[in-house]
């Protein structure tokens, strides 16, 4: 994950799919400029989704840009491994 933003990106996600960066920001108690390139981070590693996807080369300037989280047996086994890393397991 990184660190703990990318950590609460992913677990608000998994609350509330389908979100965009304003509330996800906002339950984080974040600025969206904070928060939007932890999301594209996560896309870029397989842990979130988002609609439209990322295409390269191309911005999505002016675009809704719903979030969920994806992978979750992937997600689960990361809070497992760090668990694990940090004695909680």
């Known amino acids: 994950m990184g660190n ?7 677990r ?3 609350a509330h799919p ?5 509330p996800i920001a906002a339950a984080l108690e974040l600025r969206p400029t904070t928060t939007k390139p932890r999301l594209d981070q996560l896309e870029e590693a397989g842990l979130v989704i988002s609609d439209p996807p990322a295409s390269a ?10 979030y969920s989280s994806t992978n979750n047996e992937a997600v689960t086994d990361l809070y497992l491994r760090l668990g694990l890393a940090i004695g909680e397991y």
Not at 4 to 10: D, E, H, K, M, P
Not at 18 to 22: A, L, P, W, Y
Not at 57 to 62: I, Y
């Open 4 to 10: 703990l933003i990318n950590a609460g990106i992913v």
């Open 12 to 14: 608000y996600l998994r």
């Open 18 to 22: 389908d979100s965009t960066v304003g």
């Open 57 to 66: 080369g191309q911005p999505r300037r002016g675009v809704w840009i719903t």
